[in-house]
């Protein structure tokens, strides 16, 4: 009996024969190339639709961010202008999220309830928004309202930034989300995630009888650069200043060459004994120093914030810079950033912002950067306020609770500055700072306040 061996050995012999087995070959190369192009395209379509996804997810969480902080300036403000303002921002960013919701492949209770919410919010807030459009005052029951959905906002954010840890750590895919749904979802967010959409729901049906966006650090930008002062300097020149920037000596200096950007600057590279790495950008004009930032690891937190602020303030302070007031601050990884604002007469001058960046293992300065700084300063005219203190308190929300008041510069969209009284303090548990223009009594602008274990953050 022919064995299988000789079979197959036959069989390709006769395929030599005709001169098939080539074409055999090449046919299976083909399907083989063929099955590996489609195996690539659906993994690349499939990592599309995962990016796009968590693109839209992320803009949700941004939105819903904004909705919170809108809602919040609604409930603070006393002024007409400022809450139609606010009233207007919360329905559009409302509106901004659901269409990215939507976007999104699961249909759960727990985003059936966040689409819910968007949509009261903006329906809610619309209606609001005409009602001042007409003059109409809002209600307690309307400013009762607003309170609950702002109270519902935190706890929405608080409860996506867990989902978006879920999503970061990996548990959650939007591929398997859109193939299996619901029971997907149950199946891959944490513990925390399904508790907290729990606590979520029930106190969405609390509220479900309703009817129905540093501070100033955006404006630091203008044409003519009024702090930018003296001659024009060389590179030589600017490489000593830049190397003077520092408490302890480069080993090396390298040239990056000169760049003509918002302000023209020489930049430069510095290495230091521990390998460690500093840029540093020097204005032509002047010899300022504009940016510079060391990269070196911090390893332990050994003085505290008060200690840290001392030393950028004497660090200022040796580099020409006085009079500066600390106003926010941000701990990162053993560093803290903190924002210093220029004085002038007992009066805060927003515009002229400088940043700098302090190790909190020895005090070392690892950072400053001056742009706002050097856009604004110049010594102001300051007129008397035409609206007392008193009076500007007298414009307020009556349910707030002030607990600091002084004079303030700050810019404004238009790139022009305003002469405001700035009110600090506390409402339903949210921090807040109000300001009330000088001359003319209007509500200018409110931030709130963000107070965390890392910093104080403005929104």
Not at 23 to 43: A, D, M, P, T
Not at 73 to 83: A, M, R
Not at 159 to 164: A, M, P
Not at 177 to 205: C, P, R, W, Y
């Given at each position: 009996?022919?064995?299988?061996?000789?079979?197959?050995?036959?069989?390709?012999?006769?395929?030599?024969?005709?001169?098939?087995?080539?074409?055999?070959?090449?046919?299976?190369?083909?399907?083989?190339?063929?099955?590996?192009?489609?195996?690539?395209?659906?993994?690349?379509?499939?990592?599309?639709?995962?990016?796009?996804?968590?693109?839209?997810?992320?803009?949700?969480?941004?939105?819903?961010?904004?909705?919170?902080?809108y809602l919040a300036k609604s409930l603070i403000t006393n002024s007409p202008e400022s809450s139609t303002e606010s009233l207007?921002?919360?329905?559009?960013?409302?509106?901004?999220?659901?269409?990215?919701?939507?976007?999104?492949?699961?249909?759960?209770?727990?985003?059936?309830?966040?689409?819910?919410?968007?949509?009261?919010?903006?329906?809610?807030?619309?209606?609001?928004?005409?009602?001042?459009?007409?003059?109409?005052?809002?209600?307690?029951?309307?400013?009762?309202?607003?309170?609950?959905?702002?109270?519902?906002?935190?706890?929405?954010?608080?409860?996506?930034?867990?989902?978006?840890?879920?999503?970061?750590?990996?548990?959650?895919?939007?591929?398997?989300?859109?193939?299996?749904?619901?029971?997907?979802?149950?199946?891959?967010?944490?513990?925390?995630?399904?508790?907290?959409?729990?606590?979520?729901?029930?106190?969405?049906?609390?509220?479900?009888?309703?009817?129905?966006?540093?501070?100033?650090?955006?404006?630091?930008?203008?044409?003519?650069?009024?702090?930018?002062?003296?001659?024009?300097?060389?590179?030589?020149?600017?490489?000593?200043?830049?190397?003077?920037?520092?408490?302890?000596?480069?080993?090396?200096?390298?040239?990056?060459?000169?760049?003509?950007?918002?302000?023209?600057?020489?930049?430069?590279?510095?290495?230091?004994?521990?390998?460690?790495?500093?840029?540093?950008?020097?204005?032509?004009?002047?010899?300022?120093?504009?940016?510079?930032?060391?990269?070196?690891?911090?390893?332990?937190?050994?003085?505290?914030?008060?200690?840290?602020?001392?030393?950028?303030?004497?660090?200022?302070?040796?580099?020409?810079?006085?009079?500066?007031?600390?106003?926010?601050?941000?701990?990162?990884?053993?560093?803290?950033?903190?924002?210093?604002?220029?004085?002038?007469?007992?009066?805060?001058?927003?515009?002229?912002?400088?940043?700098?960046?302090?190790?909190?293992?020895?005090?070392?300065?690892?950072?400053?950067?001056?742009?706002?700084?050097?856009?604004?300063?110049?010594?102001?005219?300051?007129?008397?306020?035409?609206?007392?203190?008193?009076?500007?308190?007298?414009?307020?929300?009556?349910?707030?609770?002030?607990?600091?008041?002084?004079?303030?510069?700050?810019?404004?969209?238009?790139?022009?500055?305003?002469?405001?009284?700035?009110?600090?303090?506390?409402?339903?548990?949210?921090?807040?700072?109000?300001?009330?223009?000088?001359?003319?009594?209007?509500?200018?602008?409110?931030?709130?306040?963000?107070?965390?274990?890392?910093?104080?953050?403005?929104?």
């Amino acid at each position: 009996m022919v064995s299988l061996k000789e079979k197959l050995i036959d069989w390709k012999n006769r395929l030599k024969d005709r001169h098939m087995f080539s074409i055999i070959i090449v046919l299976f190369s083909i399907i083989v190339i063929l099955g590996l192009i489609i195996y690539k395209k659906q993994r690349e379509y499939r990592q599309a639709s995962e990016n796009s996804y968590n693109l839209a997810f992320y803009e949700v969480v941004d939105y819903i961010q904004n909705v919170e902080v809108y809602l919040a300036k609604s409930l603070i403000t006393n002024s007409p202008e400022s809450s139609t303002e606010s009233l207007a921002n919360v329905w559009r960013e409302s509106n901004l999220a659901m269409s990215y919701l939507a976007q999104l492949p699961i249909n759960s209770n727990e985003l059936e309830n966040t689409s819910k919410f968007l949509n009261q919010v903006s329906e809610y807030s619309y209606s609001l928004y005409r009602k001042n459009l007409k003059e109409e005052e809002l209600t307690k029951d309307d400013m009762n309202n607003l309170k609950n959905l702002h109270e519902y906002s935190v706890e929405l954010e608080n409860v996506l930034n867990q989902l978006s840890a879920d999503i970061n750590n990996g548990r959650i895919s939007w591929g398997e989300l859109e193939k299996k749904g619901t029971v997907a979802f149950a199946k891959q967010v944490s513990n925390i995630s399904q508790d907290s959409f729990s606590n979520m729901e029930q106190t969405f049906h609390e509220y479900s009888g309703l009817i129905y966006d540093g501070a100033f650090s955006e404006h630091i930008t203008r044409v003519e650069k009024v702090g930018l002062t003296g001659e024009n300097i060389d590179e030589e020149t600017a490489k000593n200043i830049a190397l003077k920037l520092f408490e302890t000596n480069a080993k090396e200096i390298a040239s990056l060459g000169k760049s003509e950007g918002d302000i023209t600057s020489y930049n430069f590279n510095l290495t230091f004994e521990d390998d460690s790495i500093a840029t540093v950008s020097i204005s032509e004009k002047g010899g300022h120093v504009i940016y510079m930032e060391r990269n070196r690891d911090v390893s332990a937190e050994v003085i505290s914030q008060e200690e840290a602020d001392k030393k950028a303030k004497e660090y200022l302070k040796a580099k020409g810079f006085d009079n500066m007031k600390e106003t926010y601050y941000l701990k990162q990884s053993g560093i803290v950033t903190i924002n210093y604002a220029y004085v002038q007469d007992d009066v805060i001058m927003y515009p002229d912002l400088i940043k700098v960046k302090v190790a909190l293992d020895n005090g070392e300065i690892l950072g400053i950067e001056t742009t706002g700084y050097l856009n604004s300063h110049t010594k102001r005219n300051i007129e008397e306020p035409k609206v007392t203190k008193e009076e500007a308190k007298q414009s307020l929300n009556k349910d707030l609770n002030i607990e600091s008041e002084e004079l303030a510069i700050i810019p404004t969209e238009w790139r022009t500055e305003v002469l405001c009284w700035e009110f600090e303090g506390n409402i339903e548990g949210l921090d807040f700072i109000v300001y009330v223009n000088a001359e003319t009594g209007k509500e200018e602008d409110i931030l709130i306040i963000t107070n965390t274990p890392n910093g104080t953050l403005t929104h």
